[in-house]
């Protein structure tokens, strides 16, 4: 299948600093990239939904200040947590998808905020 | 609304068959989904089904899929101890955003 890596795979951060998660199709073109948020032994929860060229759309309850996403190309989605705090601490995963196929996941980026 | 519930854990033996099990709430659901994740690691697509079939086979994974009470199931025959992680059911109108459910946790022991 298509390959989607995210970098990095784990960070820690200070409170109040900001950190970029980048989310890569590797072998093809992703017109639209998702963004999922993991709390420890639970389900994942799109965050938004982001299309190439375009504003990101934000789900419910997620503040887009605090989650800027860009997605400048077709080859790439970032994710920034802006002034980190403790509570951000999660698992973030993005998904790639092209016009109507399949989504694949990258290996997710483990957030620590301390 | 979007609803998708699964117990939340499974632990079987070595060489026994597991099946875990799935609801859903979005009866316009197109497809539906089943996901493996490792500790510490993304999702693996294992397979999907779309909603006007009732089973899909695919080598030692089964899906079932009862339409009619938004009921889905993911049976792996000859469980191994490799098998052990979680398992996601998702569901979709179309290759767009998925709904997950809650994830059930399978444990396989030797």
């Known amino acids: 299948g298509a390959v989607v890596s995210q970098h990095p795979s784990w960070v820690i951060c200070k409170s109040g600093t900001s950190v970029k998660i980048e989310c890569r199709s590797l072998?093809?073109?992703?017109?639209?990239m998702f963004w999922y948020r993991q709390f420890p032994k639970q389900s994942l929860m799109l965050m938004a939904t982001s299309n190439e060229g375009s504003k990101a759309t934000y789900e419910q309850g997620v503040e887009k200040d605090k989650f800027l996403i860009n997605h400048a190309s077709l080859t790439l989605s970032t994710l920034t947590v802006t002034s980190a705090h403790p509570e951000d601490s999660s698992f973030y995963i993005c998904?790639?998808?092209?016009?109507?196929?399949?989504?694949?996941f990258g290996q997710g980026t483990r957030l620590t905020v301390v | 609304g979007e609803d998708v519930e699964q117990s939340l854990f499974l632990s079987v033996r070595e060489g026994d068959s597991s099946v875990i099990n799935c609801t859903y709430t979005d009866s316009s659901s197109t497809y539906l989904y089943w996901y493996k994740q490792e500790p510490g690691a993304g999702l693996q697509l294992l397979t999907y089904i779309f909603s006007n079939m009732d089973m899909k086979q695919d080598q030692r994974l089964t899906v079932l899929l009862n339409k009619k009470d938004k009921h889905l199931s993911l049976r792996i025959a000859d469980t191994q101890t490799g098998d052990s992680a979680i398992y996601f059911c998702a569901e979709t109108t179309g290759f767009q955003k998925l709904v997950f459910g809650t994830g059930t946790r399978l444990l396989v022991s030797p």
């Open positions: 072998d093809f073109q992703a017109t639209t």
């Open positions: 998904s790639a998808i092209q016009r109507n196929t399949e989504a694949f």
